[in-house]
């Protein structure tokens, strides 16, 4: 079978009865019922998805998938194309934003070229998956064949399931690409069935015709190339991007696996929904991060059906929101592995 399908059908949802024992026991701790929100969610919801009462997510990674787009030619953006590659090759020395921040829990980063236009040097700290050097202009036909978007979801497996084999244990997702807000807001209309100015935003900055300007690119690309919402590799293909594509993969391969996954921003987002709509089961596995300043974010984050819990007005990609979340997971874990019961704490008295 091949590799995208054996891996929607291998996910399955968490397992409630441990949920709910989680829960109960999280209730029995030296605390009123509930008195630490959300890190008491967090921490049932790693119960559930890992099945361990104590979960350890000690082995972290922030998987980036680098691509660049062909649709950077309608001029969507200021920004120069050769940002993705020397930003790409930042990643493995730790220099990028999301690095910075990685780098408080120790996370390793993990860097895989999906698309990008140019060769990268092989002894750079990168993966090389190549799927294609960019994708197509979405604006003048596809972005990519349904084929290409099929490989680079199993790209995202493939490396995704490699780093879980090793003992990563807690993954975040990330993405460099420069002009990916412009895919990321055409496959969410798409989904989402709205007009493409609702969707589209700043991000990393817009070129002299605005937000106006790129909203009518994507209504064009999305015109031109009639993707049918209820296929997601027909929307990924058509006017997605191959790291978009690459993100999806990784949200299914920890899913299959059981593993816990923290989305990033807007980009991030929309990659979730896609692997969502490819098996609703993922969602379970999917942990919030940041609310992205992109005014798409929070439509996909409603369509996911996840609240981010981080007000950073942070808007920059990478798996920044991602790393970000990181600590508190720490915090939730030790909560749960820390904390004495209310009985236990009770004793003392009778001691
Ligand atoms: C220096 C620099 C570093 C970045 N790191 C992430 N992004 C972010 O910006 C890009 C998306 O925004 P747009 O669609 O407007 O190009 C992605 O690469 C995203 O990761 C960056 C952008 C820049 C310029
Ligand atoms: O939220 C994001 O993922 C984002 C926003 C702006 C630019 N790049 C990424």
Redesign the pocket.
Known sequence: MPLLQQTIEQIQGIDRQIEADARKYIDSLAKPPQSLGKLETLAIQLSAITGERFPKIDQKAMIVMAADHGVYEEG??P?PQS??VF?TLSFPKGT???CTIAKVTNAKVVTVDVGVKEDLPPDAGVIIKKVKYGTDNMAKGPAMTREEAIRAIEVGIEVTTEEIKKGINLIGT?????????P?AAVLAVFYGCDPLEVTG?????GSGGIEFKAEVIRKAIELNQPNADDPIDVLAKVGGLELCGMAGIFLAAAANRVPVVVDGY?SLVSALAAYKLNPHVKDYIIPSHQSEEPGAKIAADLLGIEPMLQMNMR???GSGAALAFPILDAACSMVSNMVTLEEAAAILTK
């Not at 990330?174 to 412009?182: D, Q």
């Open positions: 969507v953006t920004n940002t993705t930003q990028t934003g999301m990330g993405e460099m690409g420069i002009a990916n807000t412009t990321s700043f991000g990393a900055g817009v980009i920059l990609g990478e």
